[in-house]
């Protein structure tokens, strides 16, 4: 088994030296590289009536204006799943406010800018749909759901009737607003063509999906599209789709037979991307009066595009979180004019858990129960919804573990009965969970001559430790320092990896790196047993090891050589090998999910209605963690996250034209390191022989689940009030605390 490790982040370095080139920072090869800048639709719906350049095409470095008039033509219906129906300027349609229906070229980017504010568009408006149904089961069911992988309702047993007979209810709607990504770098495209073949360095969490995306929309084979993408400044979600700025500065290249870049503003990045959507969600529990769950039907709806389909799925985690046999989850869709809603950290789980396991807490007062007893009662120890068996369930543990490292215990149940001085104290807790994803990975390594080595896999570092788990792994296997190993990873030019997304990357490309690391060890061992001139000659290869950047006997530990003096005599410049893995039966035999438990102290301003964090600790079983150092910086991050979700976070929009109206870092309120208090994580032990070769869960978004349920479960302690609606701000808890 390879032992857990702290390296550090082996390309931190670079970052925090400024040595890291992002996508904005590349120049083409001839230092002819124009600026892009966007215009945008200002209504939500309607038709672009008449657009007039002449003023912008005056400003001295402008070379074009691209509208829907004069822009190239691409096949809008082959660009995979994600992308149908995106607006990339075919015809004069409006369909949200903020949509893209210019791009000026120029010089220079203020040149750019400028013309950008000088483009006039006249629009023939249709009436725009701005308000999503605030009704969880009124519209209609969506067909596809969570992209066609699952059906958007299920049922088990006899929910409905079930919870009309409990003797205990909880029927409550639960809220969560629009939230954006805003991760560190925003997002950037630098597109060149070179003949028919076309080079884009792109911010992005799936080189490989941007490859389909281009190679589709401009009808070229993919080989012709090549996505480069080193280094990421957080995505979130955000840079998994090829969103339409994407393929808009290709087309701007293509159009002036020029390189062309764009870098989109922060506030476009409110508009031009996806965000989380607006969800309604209507929680019924029953229990009987022991609190044994005997009822849970989890309705939500959540706001669509008017164009596109992405579903929101907030009930999967009630549909086996706990044990209960009469379970009914449903999920709809609203249209409304804005743009396409995307995957947001824990897509599915941080909006849906925030409403169970406020629900779930309900039920623990409304029971006069401890909540952890409450969950304790309703364990799960298989997957009713899919009737398998967990391949591993470490949660008790969580719940134990982090119970003792927060001290629990010292909860007084009353709420409103703690303080601290004039602050209302509250301590609240809830469950997180989130399912494993694997995909399809290849990767190649190769042990070089000089006694170094080369990991290379079309993988994304969004910031989460790919390099660095990448680089470990080899170390690992081959026996080799960190620093002597090299890793590639963020283009399409490389061995075949997913999006760095569903907290799936380690668990897709491990084993492939792991393959072909143990496909060079084998040939290593190999050559040395059989060459007369190595002190191992004639030992069988069984009898061998690597450690410290030389095969050795095991059994004796110094009888060996370098791999320098081997591939020397060998005359070999480096022996490589491929490897690839894809998931096999697990996801037909266990159902798969990484599980934790959040607990959180707040402080309440009872004159200002203030809510402070001061306390959380996040115990997560979430089976091998790669990397102790890099994986406990991306939980306390996911939990950051949640904090954000929990009491300031949300995208507003105007009723009346549908625009956002606080698109920047001032207005839309993400945690600052003031906001951030003591954060502590546990890593509780979990072996999961099941999952993947390597035993690893992903960590990426587990840790944001659950966590704004905890916060707003301390504030019910602390406050009495129950809010249902994120974010949990000053305003909406004032009114109740002068009492
Ligand atoms: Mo994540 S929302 O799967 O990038």
Same mark, same amino acid.
């Given at each position: 088994m390879i032992p857990i490790t702290t390296a550090s982040r082996v390309d931190g370095r670079l970052k925090v030296t400024g040595g890291a080139r992002y996508a904005a920072e590349f120049a083409p090869a001839q230092d002819n590289v124009l600026h892009a800048v966007l215009v945008q639709s200002t209504i939500a719906a309607g038709r672009v009536a008449s657009i007039d350049t002449a003023r912008a095409k005056q400003v001295p470095g402008v070379v074009a204006i691209m509208t829907h008039e004069n822009a190239p033509r691409i096949d809008l219906g082959k660009a995979g799943d994600m992308t149908p129906g995106f607006p990339l300027l075919q015809d004069d349609r409006v369909m949200f406010n903020g949509q893209h229906l210019a791009v000026a070229i120029a010089t220079s980017f203020e040149a750019a800018q400028q013309a950008a504010q000088l483009v006039e568009l006249h629009y023939n408006r249709d009436e725009a749909t701005l308000l999503m149904s605030d009704n969880p089961t009124g519209t209609s069911v969506?067909?596809?759901?969570?992209? !066609?992988?699952?059906?958007?309702?299920? +049922?088990?047993?006899?929910?409905? &009737?079930? @919870?009309?007979?409990?003797?205990?209810?909880?029927?409550?709607?639960?809220?969560?607003?629009?939230?954006?990504?805003?991760?560190? $770098?925003?997002?950037?495209?630098?597109?060149?063509?070179?003949?028919? *073949?076309?080079?884009?360095?792109?911010?992005? %969490? #799936?080189? @490989? /999906?941007?490859?389909?995306a281009l190679a589709g929309f401009f009808g070229l084979p993919e080989d012709n599209v090549r996505i480069v993408s080193p280094f990421v400044g957080g995505g979130f979600g955000s840079k998994g789709v090829s969103w339409p700025h994407i393929t808009l500065a290709a087309m701007a290249a293509k159009l002036v037979g020029q390189p062309v870049k764009l870098v989109l503003t922060r506030r476009q990045m409110f508009t031009s991307n996806g965000y989380r959507p607006k969800t309604v969600q209507h929680v019924r529990l029953g229990a009987d009066?022991?609190? *044994?769950?005997?009822?849970?039907?989890?309705? !939500?709806?959540?706001?669509?595009?008017?164009?596109?389909?992405?579903?929101?799925?907030? /009930?999967?985690? #009630?549909?086996? =979180?706990?044990?209960?046999?009469?379970? &009914?989850?449903?999920?709809?869709?609203?249209?409304?004019?804005?743009?396409?809603? +995307?995957?947001?950290?824990?897509?599915?789980?941080?909006?849906g858990v925030y409403a169970l396991e406020s629900a779930m807490d309900e039920l623990a007062w409304a029971l006069g129960m401890d909540p952890i007893e409450l969950r304790l009662k309703n364990y799960a120890d298989r997957d009713e919804h899919e009737d398998k068996p967990f391949s591993s369930k470490t949660l008790r543990a969580c719940y134990e573990q982090g119970a003792a490292a927060f001290d629990w215990k010292r909860r007084v149940a009353q709420p409103r009965s703690m303080r601290d001085g004039r602050l209302l104290i509250g301590l609240g807790m809830a469950t997180a969970t989130y399912p494993v994803n694997r995909s399809e990975a290849a990767a190649k390594v190769r042990l070089q001559a000089d006694g170094t080595a080369i990991v290379r896999c079309g993988s994304q570092d969004i910031g989460t430790g790919t390099y660095t788990v990448m680089a470990q792994l080899v170390g690992e296997h081959l026996g080799l320092p960190l620093d002597r190993v090299r890793a590639e990873l963020g283009d399409t030019a490389l061995p075949q990896a997913p999006v760095s997304g569903g907290s799936q990357s380690v668990a897709s490309i491990?084993?492939?790196?792991?393959? &072909?690391? =143990?496909?060079? *060890?084998?040939?290593?061992? %190999?050559?040395?047993?059989?060459?007369?001139?190595?002190?191992?000659?004639?030992?069988?290869?069984?009898?061998?090891?690597?450690?410290? !950047?030389?095969?050795? %006997? #095991?059994?004796?530990?110094?009888? !060996?050589? +370098?791999?320098?003096?081997?591939?020397?005599?060998?005359?070999?410049?480096?022996?490589?090998?491929?490897?690839?893995?894809?998931?096999?039966? $697990?996801?037909?035999? @266990?159902?798969?999910?990484? @599980?934790?438990?959040?607990?959180? $102290?707040?402080a309440v301003d009872p004159d200002l209605g203030e809510v402070r964090v001061r306390r959380h600790v996040g115990a997560f079983a979430a089976g091998r963690i790669m990397n102790a150092k890099t994986g406990r910086s991306q939980m306390i991050g996911g939990i950051v996250f949640g904090m954000g979700m929990a009491l300031t976070e949300a995208t507003e929009v105007d009723p009346r034209s549908g625009r956002v109206t606080n698109a920047t870092m001032a207005d839309y309120l993400v945690p600052v390191h003031l906001d951030v208090p003591e954060i502590e994580v546990i890593m509780v032990a979990e072996q999961d022989d099941a999952v993947n070769p390597l035993g690893a869960k992903g960590i990426g978004e587990l840790p944001t689940v659950g966590t704004a349920a905890a916060i707003a479960n301390a504030v019910y302690h602390a406050t009495g009030q129950r809010i249902r609606d994120l974010p949990i701000r000053p305003d909406k808890l004032i009114d109740g605390l002068s009492i």
């Open positions: 969506p067909q596809r759901f969570r992209n !066609g992988m699952r059906p958007p309702a299920s +049922t088990r047993g006899t929910p409905q &009737a079930s @919870f009309d007979a409990a003797a205990v209810k909880i029927d409550q709607i639960y809220r969560t607003p629009i939230e954006h990504h805003n991760p560190m $770098e925003p997002h950037a495209t630098l597109a060149e063509w070179q003949g028919d *073949r076309l080079l884009v360095h792109n911010a992005s %969490q #799936s080189v @490989f /999906g941007n490859r389909k009066r022991d609190g *044994r769950l005997t009822a849970v039907l989890h309705d !939500g709806i959540s706001q669509n595009s008017a164009y596109g389909e992405f579903s929101e799925p907030v /009930g999967l985690a #009630s549909e086996m =979180l706990y044990s209960c046999p009469n379970v &009914a989850v449903t999920h709809r869709l609203s249209k409304v004019n804005q743009g396409l809603p +995307t995957f947001m950290r824990a897509p599915g789980e941080a909006s491990s084993p492939a790196i792991r393959e &072909a690391c =143990l496909a060079v *060890r084998a040939q290593t061992l %190999q050559l040395a047993a059989g060459d007369p001139a190595s002190p191992l000659h004639g030992l069988d290869p069984e009898e061998l090891d690597v450690a410290d !950047g030389r095969i050795l %006997q #095991s059994a004796e530990k110094s009888r !060996g050589e +370098t791999y320098q003096a081997l591939l020397a005599r060998q005359g070999r410049a480096a022996i490589e090998a491929d490897g690839s893995a894809k998931p096999g039966e $697990e996801k037909q035999k @266990f159902s798969m999910h990484s @599980f934790g438990a959040q607990f959180v $102290e707040v």
